[in-house]
């Protein structure tokens, strides 16, 4: 088992609804969890950064943490076509400097 | 955050030369890495670079195939030796900002060989 499982995708919505991105990680050690969007022949950038449990909202984009269930979200609301890109998720512990990456899910946000 | 510039940005090379990748950071930062990313698949690391000391390697990948210099806390190389199909890729550079627990990444070097 990966340690960290991403469904690859892709995933094709609408303009305008709202996108669910998943990943479930094995490791309980795991504290600090990352989410990158990448666009295509570019570097990933990081969109969001949380801490342990909990939910974290940056405009459109909200993280949440699920550490019972060792489970992550990245919520994108009134998603727009510029959206489109492929989306990481990576978690890591407090004693690692090393993330740990899903394998990305590919978005498409159509007009 | 941290702004990071890759040269080259991309490049086709043939069997069995060998591609130098520079990376420079606009700040200074003590954690420097190495990734490789091929294509649908996620990030690998491949070595972990601090100024002043040799880098670290991750299992499967070796100093003679990926040397890395570290001459200083805002600059890296990596070079791919000896290169064959199987190295085509990309390779992203990434640092963890000072007094953060963030990583960001440069814009990659997108390697074909042929």
């Known amino acids: 088992q990966k340690e960290v499982e991403q469904d690859p995708g892709p995933l094709s919505v609408p303009e305008g609804a709202i996108v669910s991105l998943n990943c479930t990680y094995s490791n309980s050690a795991f504290q600090y969890f990352m989410w990158y969007r990448q666009y295509s022949r570019k570097g990933p950038e990081l969109l969001m950064y949380?801490?342990?449990?909990g939910n974290k909202e940056d405009g459109r984009f909200t993280a949440q943490v699920d550490k019972s269930s060792k489970y992550i979200s990245l919520f994108i609301r009134d998603s727009q076509p510029s959206d489109s890109a492929t989306y990481l998720c990576?978690?890591?512990?407090?004693?690692?400097?090393?993330?740990?990456f899903g394998r990305g899910t590919s978005l498409i946000v159509h007009p | 955050s941290a702004v990071i510039s890759q040269k080259p940005s991309r490049d086709i090379c043939q069997r069995g030369t060998s591609l130098t990748i520079q990376c420079q950071v606009d700040s200074q930062v003590t954690m420097m890495f190495w990734y490789r990313q091929q294509p649908g698949q996620s990030l690998t690391l491949i070595a972990t670079?601090?100024?002043?000391?040799?880098?670290?390697?991750e299992s499967g990948f070796v100093i003679d195939k990926f040397p890395i210099s570290r001459p200083n806390l805002t600059f890296s190389t990596l070079t791919v030796s000896n290169m064959s199909p199987e190295d085509s890729s990309i390779y992203l550079c990434?640092?963890?900002?000072?007094?953060?627990?963030?990583?960001?990444f440069g814009p990659g070097t997108r390697l074909t060989v042929t």
């Open positions: 949380t801490y342990s449990s």
């Open positions: 990434s640092v963890e900002a000072s007094g953060s627990y963030e990583q960001y």
């Open positions: 670079a601090n100024q002043g000391s040799e880098a670290t390697y």
């Open positions: 990576a978690t890591k512990s407090g004693g690692s400097y090393i993330p740990t």
